[in-house]
Structures are given as C-alpha cells and as structure tokens.
Nanobody
C-alpha cells in the first residue's frame, strides 16, 4: 500500500525553525518527485514547492523562497522540509505528496498524498 506520512509539526515561536519529514512506504522514492503543500482551514491549498526525484532540481513558491529548503534521502525513503524564520502566517497543516510525472517548473502531477502535520507559529 502506497503511503506518505508527515511528521515534525508542532508549536514554534515566530522566528523559529522546524524540520518536517515525509516518510514513504509501499514504493521506492527514487523515481518520484516530492511536493510540499500547506492549507489553512477554510482557505485553498498552497503549493510550497517541489523537488525532483534525484534532488537535483527544486522549485519554491515566492512565499517561502529563502526560508524553506527541501531535501531528500532516497536511501531512507524520506523527504524533508526545513523551515526557518517562521512567521505566524506560516501556521497551517503541511502535506507532502509524490508523483512520477511531475513538472518541476509548476509542481504539477502529484499522485499520492499524506494526511498532513500541523504547524503552529505563535508566541
């Protein structure tokens, strides 16, 4: 069964950092691009960016560029989202997603989704 599980969310003060993990099972991560998304209840889902299957290409949304960094360890079947300089407006449920035929330029083509992890940025 294909599964993605996010972890690492929690409460952090403004200006702080968190690292989210996305562990995949049921398939080999080597061939899949990974995307990161977030959603605030009542609002549309926002794409944060995506990373190619090899990790060689990334694409970030302007809202997180320079603050968030995506990486992956295919040997561990895990992808990461390092989030620095967090702001209250970063509060949301964060999701990872995977797809084989993903256009990195627009992060389109995700096929499988995790259930999300909550990040709360507050003092």
């Amino acid at each position: 069964q294909l599964q993605l599980v996010e972890s690492g969310g929690g409460l952090v003060q403004p200006g702080g950092s968190l690292r989210l993990s996305c562990v995949v099972s049921g398939f080999t991560l080597d061939y899949y691009a990974i995307g990161w998304f977030r959603q605030v209840p009542g609002k549309e889902r926002e794409g944060l960016g995506c990373i190619s299957s090899s990790g060689g290409r990334t694409n970030y949304a302007d809202s997180v560029k320079g603050r968030f960094t995506m990486s992956r360890d295919n040997a561990k079947n895990t992808a990461y989202l390092q989030m620095n300089s967090l702001k209250p407006e970063d509060t949301a449920v964060y999701y990872c997603a995977a797809g084989i035929r993903v256009a990195i330029s627009i992060c389109d083509g995700m096929e499988y989704w995790g259930k999300g992890t909550l990040v709360t940025v507050s003092s």
